[in-house]
C-alpha cells in the first residue's frame, strides 16, 4: 500500500526557512515520480515543484523558482522540500504525492498524481 507521510511544516517569519520532508513508503524507491503541492484556504491546489527518480527532470512553478529545492535521497527513503525567502503568500497546507507508473518524468497538475500524502501547514507571519 503506498504511503506518504509529510513533516516539517510549522510558522516562520518572513524571510525564513523550512525543510518539509515526506516519506514515502509501500513501493519500490527505484523509478517513481514525486511532486509537492500546496493549497491554500479559499484556492486551489497547486503544483509547486517535482521530480522523478532516477533520473528524471525537476520543474518549479514560476512563484517559487530559486527559493525552493527538491531533492530526493533514496538511500533515507525520504524527499525533501527545502524553501527559503519565505512569503506570506506562501501560507498553505503543503502535500507530496506520487506516481509509481511513471519515471523519468514529472508535472504539476494534481490529476497525474494518484497517491497523495495528509498534508503539513506552512504559514509565513510576522
Known amino acids: 500500500q503506498v504511503q506518504l507521510v509529510e513533516s516539517g511544516g510549522g510558522t516562520v517569519q518572513p524571510g525564513g526557512s523550512l525543510r518539509l520532508s515526506c516519506r514515502p513508503s509501500?513501493?519500490?524507491?527505484?523509478?517513481?515520480?514525486i511532486a509537492w503541492f500546496r493549497q491554500a484556504p479559499g484556492k486551489e491546489r497547486q503544483g509547486i515543484s517535482c521530480?522523478?527518480?532516477?533520473?528524471?527532470?525537476?520543474h518549479y512553478e514560476d512563484s517559487v523558482k530559486g527559493r525552493f529545492t527538491i531533492s530526493i535521497d533514496n538511500a533515507k527513503g525520504v524527499v525533501y522540500l527545502d524553501m527559503s525567502s519565505l512569503k506570506p503568500e506562501d501560507t498553505a497546507v503543503y502535500y507530496c504525492?506520487?506516481?509509481?507508473?511513471?519515471?523519468?518524468?514529472?508535472?504539476?497538475?494534481?490529476?497525474?498524481?494518484?497517491?497523495w500524502g495528509q498534508g503539513t501547514q506552512v504559514t509565513v507571519s510576522a
Open positions: 521530480s522523478s527518480s532516477p533520473d528524471g527532470p525537476t
Open positions: 504525492a506520487t506516481n509509481i507508473n511513471r519515471a523519468n518524468w514529472c508535472g504539476l497538475r494534481s490529476y497525474e498524481y494518484p497517491d
Open positions: 509501500g513501493f519500490s524507491l527505484d523509478y517513481y515520480a
